[in-house]
């Protein structure tokens, strides 16, 4: 199962609430994306008119698509039931919030991405955020290292 992930979402930014959506896409984006040609870096999500627009993500050409190919960091539209959109519309202006896509998957044959809300994380709390990682990650080491001596 083909699944792209942004690894930086979660070490720049809190993620509050995650909501799956679909995606707008061409072809020749569809087989690139099977073929794991795909990156989350650096995209994010705006709002604009009442529709939900994912900019800077980039999906790599299809090789054999011809004269049909798709420009590879084409704004894409994202797929979201109305109310679903005004209560984003309303945390990301009042409350400040950025929504960030935080995985890229196929559910069925259909592409979804989930879309989390995130609020910027400073240095401090990265730091943090490592702190926390290395000490679960010495604590599993243990574990191992006393399961495997018995």
């Not at 720049?12 to 609430?17: A, R, S």
């Not at 705006?46 to 011809?66: P, Q, T």
């Not at 559910?107 to 995130?118: F, H, Q």
């Amino acid at each position: 199962m083909i699944e792209i992930k942004n690894k930086k979402a979660t070490f720049d930014y809190f993620i509050l609430e995650e909501i799956e959506c679909g995606i707008v896409l061409k072809g020749s984006e569809i087989k690139s994306i099977r073929e794991g040609l795909a990156n989350l870096k650096d995209c994010y999500a705006v709002i604009k008119n009442g529709e939900v627009f994912l900019l800077n993500m980039y999906i790599a050409k299809y090789n054999d698509a011809s004269i049909f190919n798709h420009d590879e960091r084409r704004t894409r539209k994202l797929l979201l039931k109305k109310q679903e959109i005004l209560k984003l519309k309303n945390k990301v202006e009042i409350s400040g919030y950025t929504l960030i896509p935080i995985k890229l998957y196929f559910k069925g044959n259909k592409v979804k991405i989930l879309l989390g809300l995130g609020k910027g994380k400073k240095n401090y709390d990265k730091r943090e955020s490592i702190k926390e990682k290395d000490i679960k990650r010495e604590y599993e080491r243990s574990l191992k290292d006393k399961y495997n001596a018995n």
